[in-house]
């Protein structure tokens, strides 16, 4: 059984998180979406929030489940026993900080690859950033993010 962990701060899940998501259960049988730490944000949901969310916008897809760690995501990858973590690639901005990332990565352990795709153009502009700050200024999110969010954003 090849397992996946999709690890991320998302803060919020996008529809470009989304996309990748389905992606990646065409290729594995089984994918974590794992809500991990990153220690240069600072996050606008908590991590039971992102997790409802993320909970809610996954219900119908199968071979998903959803989870949260405060430690490496690698450690938590072994113990789940993935052979890869998938991250997506937006633009050419995105690889540096996430050839660093692979690179820390296979050094902390080897065993586990990391395998990238490449974002869909209609999401390729979005960030969870982005939607925050559109959505603070009263900018219409709605085909940004799954309905999960935009409650969310209501019963902040
Ligand atoms: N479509 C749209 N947006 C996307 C996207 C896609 N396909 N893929 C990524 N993004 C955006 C996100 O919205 C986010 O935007 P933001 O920076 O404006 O918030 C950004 O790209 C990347 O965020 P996200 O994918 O949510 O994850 P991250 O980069 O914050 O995740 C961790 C980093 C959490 C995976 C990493 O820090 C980690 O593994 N931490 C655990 C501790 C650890 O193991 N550290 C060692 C790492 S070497």
């Not at 994918?31 to 916008?57: G, H, P, Q, T, W």
């Not at 789940?80 to 995105?94: F, I, M």
């Not at 490449?118 to 993010?145: A, R, T, W």
């Amino acid at each position: 059984m090849k397992i996946a962990v999709y690890p991320g701060s998302f803060d919020p899940i996008t529809n470009g998180h989304l996309d990748i998501l389905k992606r990646a259960l065409a290729v594995f049988d089984k994918v974590i979406v794992l809500v991990a730490y990153n220690k240069d944000k600072k996050c606008v949901f908590s991590v039971n929030e992102r997790i409802e969310m993320i909970k809610d916008a996954v219900k119908e897809l199968k071979n998903v489940e959803v989870d949260s760690t405060d430690g490496l995501t690698l450690a938590y990858a072994k113990k789940a026993k993935a052979c890869c973590l998938v991250r997506g690639l937006r633009a050419v901005t995105d690889f540096e900080y996430e050839f660093k990332m692979a690179e820390a990565n296979h050094y902390i352990d080897k065993s586990i690859e990391e395998v990238f795709f490449m974002s869909n153009s209609e999401y390729s502009f979005i960030s969870s950033s982005m939607v925050n700050e559109l959505h603070l200024s009263g900018v219409k999110i709605d085909s940004l993010v799954p309905a999960s969010v935009i409650k969310a954003y209501k019963n902040k």
